[in-house]
């Protein structure tokens, strides 16, 4: 389903320097797998996950998914690849934190002209998915750290992708919680999604139901 092949990505750094995130990087993920991109920080598994989203290019090399090359998707193209196919949890959850729980689910759906009746359909299976139905109301900035990352789940699933990218998901919950997101995670896979998550946190390696780990070291592949 996914696949990159012979990848290098470099970026001008600040003081011009080149920096080479990814170094000839080849990898398969197939459909309704489960694989964790396990790495120190800087090691390129945000680099692979931002490739495979289409939200950015490789230098050199191809990514395909599902037999598409995306690495080669004009901007607004790629921006309708990500729609129907991508959903990313971010390190930072990424949510805007004056509006509601309702709110901040809903906006992927802003460009697609839904119908209300379509909108709160959808709404509601993710609300109840994540156990978070009573919190619809509630704004973004009162909630915990725990009940913000199931918001940002639940937006991520809200237009049932296929692809599930997490990114450090994780970083900003403790144990029980992170604990809990492995499981949310793990249902996931379970209804047939492709889930790629990118961590450096120890719960995530070794997982029974993981069909891959894969490790990377300054931009290479062990």
């Not at 080479?20 to 398969?28: D, G, N, Q, R």
């Not at 919950?173 to 249902?187: A, T, V, Y």
């Amino acid at each position: 389903m996914i696949k990159l092949k012979d990848v290098v990505k470099e970026y001008m750094a600040n003081n011009a320097d080149t920096v080479t995130a990814l170094k000839k990087i080849s990898l398969e993920i197939k459909e309704g797998e489960f694989v964790v991109l396990r790495g120190a920080s800087g090691s390129g598994k945000s680099t692979v996950l931002s490739l495979i989203a289409a939200l950015s290019k490789p230098t050199s090399g191809e990514v395909e998914v599902d037999g598409d090359k995306i690495s080669k998707l004009a901007d607004n193209f790629a921006s309708e690849y990500r729609r129907h196919n991508i959903g990313f949890v971010f390190q930072k959850y990424n949510l805007i934190s004056t509006l509601s729980v309702k709110e901040n689910i809903i906006l992927p759906l802003v460009p697609m002209n839904l119908s209300k009746k379509e909108i709160e359909e959808r709404l509601l299976r993710v609300l109840k998915m994540f156990h978070i139905e009573h919190k619809a109301a509630q704004i973004v900035k009162n909630l915990s750290g725990g009940e913000q990352q199931r918001v940002a789940i639940a937006r991520a699933n809200i237009n049932n992708p296929k692809i599930i990218l997490a990114d450090e998901p994780t970083a900003n919950l403790d144990e029980k919680l992170s604990l809990h997101l492995i499981e949310m995670l793990k249902e996931l896979k379970a209804e047939g999604k492709t889930v790629v998550v990118a961590t450096h946190d120890p719960l995530f390696f070794g997982l029974s139901f993981a069909d891959k780990e894969i490790e990377l070291h300054h931009g290479s592949m062990l």
